[in-house]
C-alpha cells in the first residue's frame, strides 16, 4: 500500500533539513508551540500534574484519570523523540486518548532527556516511575492488578528496557509492554534491517537521520551493544510480560520491532504485531485523528483485555 494520502501531504509539506548540528533547545520549543490549547484537547475527569518521588530523585509525572471510579488499572506512558525531544505536553493528546479508550489511569513520565542528561538518566526515571506506581498503589487507587508500560519510538525503547530491567531485578508485577514502532536496535547499519533500505527516503523519518538524531543519546554513554539501550539485543527474552507491538509499513523501524515481536514469541511470550499498511513512523502522535490509526487506542484497548 502507499503512503496514506494525508500522511502523504504532510510528508510533501516538510521543509528540506536544516544544515549544521542540530539544535535540542530550538528543536524543543518548535515542538511545543504545536501543542494544543487546552480548550481542545480531549476531556477527562482529572489531569494532575504531580512529582513522583523515586529512588531515582523527584520525577515529573501526569496524570490522566478517565472516569470516577473506585480503582483503576494503571498503565505507565513513555513518550518518544529520540531521547532528546518530547515531553508530557507534547504527547498530551496520545495519554489522553490512551485513557479515555483503555479505561486505565494513564500516568505519563517527564524523564530526563539527552544530552543535558547522561545514559541512564532516563531510563532511570522510568523505570523508578513504573516501581514508585506499584509502590503507590493505594494512593493512586490501583486496583493491584493491571500495571502496564507503554511507548512510542524511543519510548518504546525505554518501555522494552523497564520490562527487561525489571525482569533481572525480580520486579514481577508488570503485566503489559505495549511498543509503537519503537526503536529498539540503535546500532544504525542500513544492512541489518531490510526496511532501513526499503523506506530510507521520503516517508518522513529518513534512515539517514537515525543515527544523528539519536547521537545526543549515545554521545551521552548509551552504548548501542547494550541490550538496554538495544532491547533487540537481549538474548534471553522468556519470563518478559506480554507485548503489543505496533509498527508502520513505511517505517524504517518497521522490521526491528516485527522481529522483536517474534523473539518474543519464540521464548514463550505472548506477543501480537500489528503493521499498520500506509503508515509511517510517529503515525500514533501525528496521525492518530485519522480513523484507521486512532484504532491503535482501541486495540491496546483490547489487548490490556485480553481479548
Not at 37 to 64: F, H, K, M, W
Not at 110 to 129: I, M, N, Q, T
Not at 273 to 298: K, M, N
Request: aromatic share 10%.
Amino acid at each position: 500500500m502507499t503512503l496514506h494520502p494525508e500522511i502523504a501531504k504532510f510528508v510533501a509539506g516538510l521543509p528540506a533539513p536544516a544544515g549544521g548540528p542540530l539544535d535540542p533547545a530550538a528543536m524543543r520549543a518548535g515542538d511545543e508551540a504545536h501543542v494544543a490549547p487546552l480548550e481542545q484537547r480531549l476531556p477527562l475527569r482529572a489531569v494532575e500534574d504531580v512529582t513522583a518521588r523515586t529512588e531515582a530523585g523527584e520525577v515529573p509525572v501526569r496524570i490522566y484519570t478517565p472516569v470516577e471510579a473506585d480503582s483503576y488499572g494503571v498503565l505507565i506512558y513513555f513518550h518518544g523523540g529520540a531521547f532528546f525531544l518530547g515531553s508530557p505536553e507534547t504527547h498530551d493528546h496520545v495519554a489522553r486518548s490512551l485513557a479515555k479508550e483503555t479505561g486505565l489511569k494513564v500516568i505519563s513520565v517527564g524523564y530526563r532527556l539527552a544530552p543535558e542528561a547522561a545514559f541512564p538518566a532516563g531510563l532511570d526515571d522510568c523505570y523508578a516511575v513504573t516501581r514508585w506506581a506499584a509502590d503507590e498503589g493505594e494512593s493512586l487507587a490501583w486496583n493491584g492488578a493491571t500495571l502496564a508500560v507503554a511507548g512510542d519510538s524511543s519510548g518504546g525503547n525505554f518501555a522494552a528496557a523497564v520490562v527487561a530491567k525489571a525482569h533481572d531485578e525480580g520486579f514481577h508485577r508488570i503485566t503489559h509492554q505495549i511498543l509503537y514502532y519503537p526503536s529498539l536496535d540503535l546500532d544504525f547499519n542500513a544492512d541489518r534491517h531490510a526496511s532501513l533500505r526499503e523506506n530510507a527516503v521520503g516517508y518522513g523519518l529518513e534512515t539517514a537521520g537515525l543515527k544523528p538524531f539519536n547521537a545526543f543519546y549515545i554521545d551521552s554513554g548509551a552504548d548501542p551493544a547494550d541490550p538496554l539501550v538495544s532491547p533487540l539485543k537481549r538474548t534471553d527474552l522468556t519470563g518478559l510480560p506480554p507485548a503489543l507491538v505496533l509498527t508502520g509499513e513505511h517505517d524504517p523501524l518497521r522490521d526491528e520491532g516485527e522481529l522483536y515481536g517474534r523473539r518474543l514469541r519464540e521464548a514463550g511470550v505472548a506477543a501480537t504485531v500489528t503493521r499498520y499498511e500506509g503508515a509511517g513512523h510517529g503515525f500514533v502522535q501525528h496521525f492518530s485523528w485519522i480513523p484507521e490509526y486512532h484504532q491503535v487506542f482501541t486495540e491496546t484497548r483490547d489487548f490490556l483485555n485480553g481479548s
